[in-house]
């Protein structure tokens, strides 16, 4: 199973990431967030014989906090 992986700013749309092929169930961005900025994720998988499988329905929002 291989999956893609995008994160938008929320407000603007304005891409900050995409990545293919990620094989892992987890993923850390290869780009630095911005504190207190808004961001939204979405993800599709494919299957070893490149078949969709499914992705978010939905895009999923998340906010960068620096930890205190």
Not at 35 to 57: C, I, K, L, N, P
């Amino acid at each position: 199973m291989t999956y893609r992986v995008q994160i938008n700013v929320t407000d603007t749309w304005e891409l900050v990431e995409l990545a293919d092929e990620v094989t892992e169930n987890s993923y850390i961005p290869s780009v630095d967030l911005s504190d207190g900025e808004s961001y939204t994720w979405q993800v599709d998988a494919t299957d070893a014989f490149g078949h969709d499988v499914g992705g978010t329905m939905s895009a999923f929002r998340f906010t960068v906090e620096q930890a205190k």
